[in-house]
């Protein structure tokens, strides 16, 4: 079964930064494409970034280009969110998710199988 756990939330001040990471043990990760998705307060859950199993090719919702750096170790089944110049409107629940399969990943929630369980990101002064 595959699990994913997510850590590095917390209270942040806009312009600042937090790397969130999310772990997959157990599994072949390096054949999932992974996600990060957000969902705010009353609004749906969107897509913020992915990575592309094979080839690692990336993808950024418009909001995050330039701020967000997303990574992954396949040696240690982990996927990196970097998350720099901080604002209030990206506040909201951060969510891991897997897409398996030797494909381009993509931001709709409809394309993943597992999510974790998310971690809470809060940026406020």
């Known amino acids: 079964q595959v699990q994913l756990v997510e850590s590095g939330g917390g209270l942040v001040q806009p312009g600042g930064s937090l790397r969130l990471s999310c772990a997959a043990p157990g599994f072949t990760f390096n054949y999932y494409s992974m996600g990060w998705f957000r969902q705010a307060p009353g609004k749906e859950r969107e897509g913020v970034s992915c990575i592309s199993s094979g080839d690692g090719s990336t993808s950024y919702t418009d909001s995050v280009k330039g701020r967000f750096t997303i990574s992954r170790d396949n040696a240690k089944n982990t996927v990196y969110l970097q998350m720099n110049s901080l604002k209030p409107e990206d506040t909201g629940v951060y969510y891991c998710?897997?897409?398996?399969?030797?494909?381009?990943?993509?931001?709709?929630?409809?394309?993943?199988?597992?999510w974790g369980q998310g971690t809470q990101v809060t940026v406020s002064s």
């Open positions: 998710a897997a897409r398996p399969g030797l494909r381009r990943c993509l931001l709709s929630t409809l394309e993943y199988e597992y």
